[in-house]
C-alpha cells in the first residue's frame, strides 16, 4: 500500500519554465512533509518541508502548496534551470520527522536549455 | 564536519551470500535509519536506532537482515544469506536528538547487486 502517492514519474522542463511535481497522502496523521532531492550517485538531501497548519511555504524557487483538507500537497520550481535537474522525492513523517520518513516513487525531472 | 558515509558504495556479490553494509552517521547524531530503494519503486523505511537501541525495525523485510549499532555509533545491516531481490541502493541517514525540524542527512548510498 503507497501511502504517498507522487506524479509525474518523468518530467521534461524548458529552462526558465514552471516544474510541477504532485502528491497525495492517505494517512491524516502525518504532521510533517519534507521534500528531497537527489543528484545521481548521492543521497537525498532536504529541499524544503512544511507543516500542515501553513497552506504554502516558499524558500528561493521553491514553493510547497498544501492543501489539507484534500490531503494533497505539490512542489512548484519556477524559472527552472539544467541544475535543478534530479530525482525529487514527496515525503511524509510523524512527530516533525523524527520518526520513519515515508516517502513517495520520486519525480525525475529533466530540464533543457 | 563530515556527513553521513555509506561503506561500500557498490557491492555484487552472489546468491547464498553474505553481505556486509556500514555507515558512519554524523558525529553526535542519536537516531540513525535504514532505508531501501528497489529499482522503480519508493524508497522504504527498513529501521530506526536511537543510540545503540532499536526504536523501531518494522520495515525489515525478513530474518536475513540483521542490523546493529554498537556503542550508538556506526551502525552494520548484514543481509544473510542474500537472495535476488535484496538487490537496490540501501540508504543510511541520521538526525540529532528528538526535536521539530529535525532533519536526517542521507548518506550517499550502497547499490548492492546479488545475481
Known amino acids: 500500500q503507497q501511502q504517498v502517492k507522487q506524479s509525474p514519474q518523468s518530467l521534461i522542463v524548458q529552462k526558465g519554465g514552471i516544474s510541477i511535481i504532485n502528491c497525495a497522502y492517505e494517512n491524516t496523521a502525518f504532521d510533517y512533509f519534507p521534500w528531497y532531492q537527489q543528484f545521481p550517485g548521492k543521497g537525498p538531501a532536504l529541499l524544503i518541508a512544511i507543516r500542515p497548519d501553513v497552506s504554502e511555504k516558499k524558500e528561493g524557487r521553491f514553493t510547497i502548496s498544501f492543501n489539507k483538507s484534500a490531503k494533497q500537497f505539490s512542489l512548484h520550481i519556477m524559472d527552472s534551470q539544467p541544475g535543478d535537474s534530479a530525482t525529487y522525492f514527496c515525503?511524509?513523517?510523524?512527530?516533525?520527522?523524527?520518526?520513519?520518513?515515508?516517502f513517495g516513487i520520486g519525480t525525475k525531472l529533466q530540464v533543457i536549455p | 564536519e563530515a556527513g553521513v558515509t555509506q561503506f561500500p558504495s557498490h557491492s555484487v556479490i552472489e546468491k547464498g551470500q553474505t553481505v556486509t553494509l556500514r555507515c558512519d552517521p554524523i558525529?553526535?547524531?542519536?537516531?540513525l535509519y535504514w532505508y531501501r530503494r528497489v529499482m522503480g519503486k519508493e524508497i522504504k523505511f527498513l529501521l530506526h536506532?536511537?543510540?545503540?537501541?532499536?526504536?523501531?525495525e518494522s520495515g525489515m523485510p525478513n530474518n536475513r537482515f540483521l542490523a546493529e549499532r554498537t556503542g550508538g555509533t556506526y551502525s552494520t545491516l548484514k543481509v544473510q544469506p542474500a537472495e535476488l531481490e535484496d538487490s537496490g541502493v540501501y540508504f543510511c541517514?541520521?538526525?540529532?536528538?528528538?526535536?521539530?525540524?529535525?532533519?536526517?542527512?542521507f548518506g550517499q548510498g550502497t547499490r548492492l547487486t546479488v545475481v
Open positions: 558525529s553526535g547524531h542519536d537516531n
Open positions: 515525503a511524509a513523517s510523524l512527530y516533525g520527522g523524527y520518526q520513519k520518513v515515508t
Open positions: 541517514a541520521s538526525s540529532p536528538k528528538q526535536g521539530l525540524n529535525t532533519e536526517a542527512f
Open positions: 536506532f536511537v543510540k545503540e537501541s532499536k526504536q523501531d
